[in-house]
């Protein structure tokens, strides 16, 4: 049974995974601010939101009984260095989306790999979901590799669905399965 009221820990051998709160707000604010990051999730207005109003959205994350929003942590600094997200919970269906962002300062070390790794695990090991959804900009290949080797498969794409610097971007649908999952598992 799907419960998003516990708010889990997660720990991995270079990140931990715990509940986004308000201590995160420096670095969150950093890694919506970078120009990189505001690209591939294509934020125009380059994460231009009011400070207390997202204090606030981080002081109510762990009471959504609806979603999993986790900050990501480096275990060597103990620095958040973005976030992790399970949202547009869906419980007839047993599926969700998931969404991560990662700050320039915690790019290219694995983080976002180990982070997709463990909060899929999870989804699918105690929230008992079927079905994992993403969506990736086709100028992201990075991303997309990530994906890949946590099990999702391209389903689908919204042919030109982001105008960046005047040119027109794909956004590709990704999402793996339960058994998908299991069978990923079960090899390795």
């Known amino acids: 049974m799907t419960d998003f009221a516990h708010k889990p820990t997660l720990t991995g051998d270079l990140v931990v995974l715990r509940p986004l709160d308000e201590r995160d707000y420096d670095a969150l604010m950093a890694a919506m601010a970078d120009p990189e990051a505001n690209k591939f999730t294509g934020d125009h207005d380059g994460g231009g939101i009011e400070e207390e109003l997202y204090r606030d959205w ?33 419980p007839e269906d047993e599926s969700c989306n998931f969404r991560i962002l990662i700050g320039a300062d915690g790019r290219d070390q694995g983080f976002g790999s180990e982070a997709t790794r463990l909060i899929v695990d999870y989804g699918f090991e105690q929230l008992g979901l079927y079905r994992i959804s993403l969506t990736v900009f086709a100028f992201n290949p990075r991303a997309q ?19 960046w610097d005047g040119e027109r971007v794909d956004d590709i649908m990704m999402a793996i399965l339960r058994p998908d999952w299991a069978a990923l598992r079960s090899d390795g």
Not at 58 to 68: A, E, H, I, P
Not at 149 to 154: D, I, L, P, S, T
């Open 58 to 90: 981080l002081r109510t994350r762990k009471d959504q009984t609806d979603r999993l929003d986790l900050a990501i942590v480096s275990k060597a600094t103990g620095r958040t260095v973005g976030e992790a997200v399970l949202n547009k919970w869906s």
């Open 145 to 163: 590799r990530v994906y890949e080797k946590a099990g999702f498969v391209e389903e689908g794409r919204l042919r030109q669905a982001l105008k």
